[in-house]
């Protein structure tokens, strides 16, 4: 819990001392946003797409234990 407070203390700093707003292009797409809030969202997406990869891995891995497991009791 204590390390959490402090990791979100951090991350709030960093905003906090990160405001300025910068021109961001993705593709056609264009928008102005605070330089910490644009480094932040790209850490919450990026984390996001590697949980989304590590479930999908998850569950192919359990589909093959399953497989496994019904191979060797019918065996």
């Known amino acids: 819990?204590?390390?959490?407070?402090?990791?979100?203390?951090v991350v709030l700093v960093f905003i906090l001392q990160n405001l300025q707003d910068v021109d961001?292009?993705?593709f056609t797409?264009?928008?102005r946003i605070p330089l910490g809030l644009?480094?932040?969202l790209a850490?919450?997406?990026g984390g996001?797409?590697?949980?989304?990869?590590g479930a999908v891995?998850?569950?192919q891995l359990r589909r093959v234990a399953r497989r496994h497991l019904r191979a060797h009791r019918g065996g």
């Open 1 to 9: 819990m204590v390390a959490g407070l402090v990791f979100l203390t």
């Open 24 to 26: 961001v292009r993705f």
């Open 29 to 31: 797409a264009r928008w």
């Open 38 to 40: 644009d480094l932040l």
């Open 43 to 45: 850490a919450v997406l």
């Open 48 to 53: 996001l797409v590697v949980v989304m990869a």
């Open 57 to 59: 891995r998850l569950l």
